[in-house]
């Protein structure tokens, strides 16, 4: 039995309450259970994965609770690349691909399985399910999932007997799994970085999945704009909770931090305080995502007047951040360096910023000292999946020094940001922050925007602002 609270008020169990609780409980064994859709894709990445490493047996954990306080814990989200390869979400497991002789593998998945009936475990011990919840049995497990599951309990000496086997296993995710098989981080590194890699083109599986998480996105925006007027009598956080139960009506949650920036908390790249008053004649940057409830996300920007119309200086920002996004998107196209849709809209902020006097020209010379990160801040986008900064692990010629191509999902979100303390802007223009983002996916004949369903230029917003706003 686990170790009890300490300041329990319950000192502990008596016989006969033990027999009580293990008597006179139905048999709740799902039957008839369909693989998930998502099985036959899963399978797809797994054969991927067993193809670039032959002969070795590979462990890729799917992470376990983390405290948060005494005996409360995060909110449980596993490891991507688990995700990735079985469609499971179940804490505590683990995808092993064991090597054949043919050079493939035989893949079977680690499961905590239920509680048995017959001793205190089920509603007492540190996962009991009376607590936490139904999980699957094992048989469930694999008929839902399509392939064999196996206890997790004696994963650590599964893996431990098979010593003498070449092993991967991706680190950080589960101690226990790691303390039993000797490997090389190098070794594992690698097996991260194609794991990551793997996820740089979606199957047409997760684009849908994907289509759904910006859709929700696109309804969770529309709600914002619908209560500006609550929020300013509150605060960001209204805006920011406003998201959220959109986020948890069709999903799972958000997929990052919301940030929901007013006025100067706008030039804060990653604010997530959303504790600022909302302001008539100021802008709202919101930036946030829905997670479908199989974990892929949406990540959109947009900038709004909370008064419903932009400032002269407010539109002028606006329409050169809009300018440079449109740049960006038009660069991306399969066949197309990565870089590409990075490097246009920057070179259009660039010449902005020279325009105006804010750096030195001329623009190329500009460019190549990166003058204009001054303003722009961060890079013009990134890979969108499963995390909302997809793929960071894959290998970077791959990524960011490879090409484009169909499948492929991303964000193109350019910026200008002006400090509240920055002396070499007018005092009009400090305070600003704008940023325009969009969700893209890389198609044979150039590019599909999946948010297209939210206005862009300043224009549209207005009129958008006009018809929702409350």
């Given at each position: ?183 090389d981080e190098e070794r594992d590194d690698e097996l991260e970085e ?49 998201f959220f139960r959109r986020a948890r009506l069709e999903g799972n ?218």
């Amino acid at each position: 039995m686990a170790k009890g609270r300490k300041n329990g008020l319950y000192g502990g169990v008596s016989e006969e309450l033990s027999a009580l609780m293990r008597t006179g409980w139905a048999d709740t064994e799902r039957h008839g259970l369909e693989p998930d859709e998502q099985a036959p894709y899963a399978a797809r990445r797994r054969a991927a994965l067993s193809a670039r490493f032959p002969g070795e047996r590979l462990v890729v954990p799917s992470g376990n609770l983390k405290t948060r306080s005494n005996d409360d814990t995060y909110p449980f989200r596993p490891y991507s690349g688990y995700v990735h390869m079985t469609g499971d979400q179940a804490r505590d497991g683990a995808l092993v691909l064991e090597p054949r002789v043919d050079g493939g593998h035989d893949a079977y998945c680690y499961q905590l399985p239920r509680d048995s009936r017959n001793d205190d475990e089920f509603w007492t011990g540190a996962t009991a399910e009376l607590w936490m919840g139904r999980r699957r049995s094992l048989a469930e497990a694999a008929r839902v999932l399509g392939l064999p599951c196996r206890d997790v309990r004696t994963a650590a000496e599964d893996l431990a007997a098979g010593s003498g086997v070449p092993t991967r296993i991706v680190r950080g995710h589960d101690p226990a799994l790691e303390a039993a098989v000797t490997t090389d981080e190098e070794r594992d590194d690698e097996l991260e970085e194609v794991l990551s890699g793997l996820r740089l083109v979606k199957d047409a599986w997760e684009i849908g999945e994907m289509r759904k998480a910006v859709d929700s996105t696109v309804r969770g925006f529309t709600d914002c704009v619908g209560e500006l007027s609550r929020a300013i009598a509150s605060s960001e956080r209204w805006i920011e909770g406003t998201f959220f139960r959109r986020a948890r009506l069709e999903g799972n949650a958000v997929g990052y931090g919301t940030i929901c920036a007013v006025g100067e908390h706008a030039t804060i790249m990653h604010w997530t305080d959303n504790d600022g008053p909302v302001r008539p004649g100021e802008l709202l940057l919101l930036d946030a995502g829905v997670e479908t409830h199989s974990l892929y996300t949406a990540d959109v920007t947009r900038t709004l007047p909370v008064s419903g119309t932009f400032t002269p200086v407010q539109r002028q920002v606006y329409d050169a951040v809009y300018e440079a996004q449109e740049a960006g998107m038009a660069a991306v196209k399969p066949g197309a360096p990565f870089r590409d849709f990075h490097e246009a809209a920057q070179r259009s902020l660039t010449a902005r910023l020279v325009e105006w006097g804010f750096i030195e020209g001329p623009v190329d010379r500009a460019y190549d000292l990166g003058l204009q990160r001054r303003f722009t801040m961060a890079g013009t986008g990134h890979m969108l999946g499963l995390d909302v900064h997809d793929c960071a692990h894959s290998r970077t010629e791959e990524h960011v020094d490879g090409l484009l191509e169909p499948g492929m999902v991303l964000t193109v979100e350019p910026g200008l940001y002006f400090q509240p303390d920055d002396l070499t802007v007018p005092e009009e223009w400090r305070g600003i922050g704008v940023r325009i983002e969009d969700d893209l996916v890389v198609t044979d004949g150039g590019h599909e925007n999946l948010s297209a369903g939210l206005p862009r230029s300043s224009a549209e917003v207005e009129a958008w602002m006009a018809r929702f706003a409350g």
